[in-house]
């Protein structure tokens, strides 16, 4: 069964700083990967998402994310966050199924 | 509506009692998926609809839960004889295709606390 692990579970930043978020996923075949986003009080938004071609994909509001193939991961990162960034963040994959697999989501807290 | 819609937002229910969850999808998505989300923890995988066909509820937790979407498009999740472990959250999301390129939209939820 495939599974999605996301590391840190909490993260508290401060303005400005860099942010990186681990996902890792059990499968070795092809997927599809998906970061998405929930604001306190809203319902959960794409970030950004992977399905072929460059590694490197960048997102909405300044994030992006890198595929490693050869290390299962698909890293977010932004280099300066804000306060407004504060919310949940949930790594997803797509595999055969068509049905996203979640991993238990990191959440950030930026103070100002 | 523009997205997903899930109601009622919130619902309390006692011990025993039956509840029926709504999930309006965008129209004309074709993929539905049902999700419950414990306190800390991401979304677990309930359910999948491809228009009216129930294709994947391996995710239900136990003969109490059933999901259903006749027409192939409101879907309604049933939970019978509720306990107090099905209070979570309940996330319903569509996608416009039945492919892996394609991502989901997710409604706020619906909010079951079982007293």
């Known amino acids: 069964a495939q599974s999605v692990s996301q590391h840190n579970h909490h993260v508290i930043l401060s303005e400005a700083a860099s942010l990186e978020l681990g996902c890792n996923y059990s499968y070795g075949g092809t997927v599809n990967l998906f970061w998405y986003v929930q604001y306190p009080g809203q319902h959960l938004q794409l970030l950004l998402k992977y399905f072929s071609g460059d590694p490197l994909v960048k997102g909405i509001k300044g994030f992006e994310a890198e595929f490693i193939k050869s290390k299962f991961s698909f890293n977010l990162r932004k280099p300066s966050v804000q306060w407004s960034d504060t919310a949940e963040y949930f790594c997803a994959v797509i595999l055969g199924s068509y049905i996203p697999t979640f991993g238990r989501g990191t959440s950030l807290i930026v103070h100002p | 509506g523009a997205g997903v819609s899930q109601s009622p937002r919130y619902k309390v229910a006692k011990r025993g009692q039956d509840v029926a969850l709504r999930c309006d999808p965008i129209?004309?998505?074709?993929?539905l998926f049902w999700y419950q989300q414990a306190l800390g923890q991401g979304p677990e995988f309930l359910t999948y609809?491809?228009?009216?066909?129930?294709?994947?509820k391996s995710g239900l937790p136990s003969d109490r839960f059933f999901a259903e979407r006749p027409e192939g498009s409101v879907s309604t999740l049933k939970i019978q004889r509720t306990q107090q472990e099905d209070s979570a959250v309940y996330l319903c999301a569509s996608s416009p295709r039945d492919s892996l390129n394609t991502e989901a939209f997710f409604g706020q939820g619906t909010r079951l606390t079982v007293v």
């Open positions: 609809f491809q228009n009216e066909a129930q294709l994947d």
């Open positions: 129209s004309g998505h074709v993929s």
